[in-house]
Antibody, heavy 116, light 107 residues
Framework: EVQLVESGGGLVQPGGSLRLSCAASGFTVSSNYMSWVRQAPGKGLEWVSVIYSGGSTYYADSVKGRFTISRDNSKNTLYLQMNSLRAEDTAVYYC??????????WGQGTLVTVSS | DIQMTQSPSSLSASVGDRVTITCRASQGISNYLAWYQQKPGKVPKLLIYAASTLQSGVPSRFSGSGSGTDFTLTISSLQPEDVATYYCQKYNSAPFTFGQGTRLEIK
């Protein structure tokens, strides 16, 4: 069964850093496109980043230069390193397999709150 | 970057009604368009990909159409369990932008 489990969310002060993890099972992370998508409270879905199977990475303009997507093939785990966090980064962060770009399945999400 | 615009932003319809939601891309994306359903408090669920291919397990009252810049999601006979927010997403190339969402309610 394909499963994605995010962790690493929490409360962080503005300007701080956080690293999200997404442990995958039932498939190989390195053989797939993998994405992060976020949803601010009461708002819509916002695509954040993708890492292609070949290793290329892409980011939304809103996080470019502050967030870094990566993966650990030995742990079959996806990461999102978030630096210089702002209040507007407060959201539930979902990881998802993005096979051929189609975002499915999704993890349950992890909440990141940026506040002093 | 290509922008995705959904209409309407919200919609109220009666059980049994035919419901149509539109998604427009600012540039052509062929058929690289997916639709997702998100019920309150739940994780988004893939409904349709490749503009018109129904994901396994999705009821046949859902259908998608379109190509290029204009796409539609249709629910042929609205059911109470269809109350949700619906999103389109382009995936021809990164960024894999979502539409702003359409909130569907029962009248």
């Amino acid at each position: 069964e394909v499963q994605l489990v995010e962790s690493g969310g929490g409360l962080v002060q503005p300007g701080g850093s956080l690293r999200l993890s997404c442990a995958a099972s039932g498939f190989t992370v390195s053989s797939n496109y993998m994405s992060w998508v976020r949803q601010a409270p009461g708002k819509g879905l916002e695509w954040v980043s993708v890492i292609y199977s070949g290793g290329s990475t892409y980011y939304a303009d809103s996080v470019k230069g502050r967030f870094t997507i990566s993966r650990d093939n030995s742990k079959n785990t996806l990461y999102l390193q978030m630096n210089s966090l702002r209040a507007e980064d407060t959201a539930v962060y979902y990881c998802a397999r993005a096979s051929r770009g189609i975002t499915y399945p999704w993890g349950q999400g992890t909440l990141v709150t940026v506040s002093s | 970057d290509i922008q995705m615009t959904q209409s309407p932003s919200s919609l109220s319809a009666s059980v049994g009604d035919r419901v149509t939601i539109t998604c427009r891309a600012s540039q052509g994306i062929s058929n690289y368009l997916a639709w997702y359903q998100q019920k309150p408090g739940k994780v988004p669920k893939l409904l349709i990909y490749a503009a018109s291919t129904l994901q396994s397990g999705v009821p046949s009252r859902f259908s998608g159409s379109g190509s290029g810049t204009d796409f539609t999601l249709t629910i042929s006979s609205l059911q109470p369990e269809d109350v949700a927010t619906y999103y389109c997403q382009k995936y021809n190339s990164a960024p894999f932008t979502f539409g702003q969402g359409t909130r569907l309610e029962i009248k």
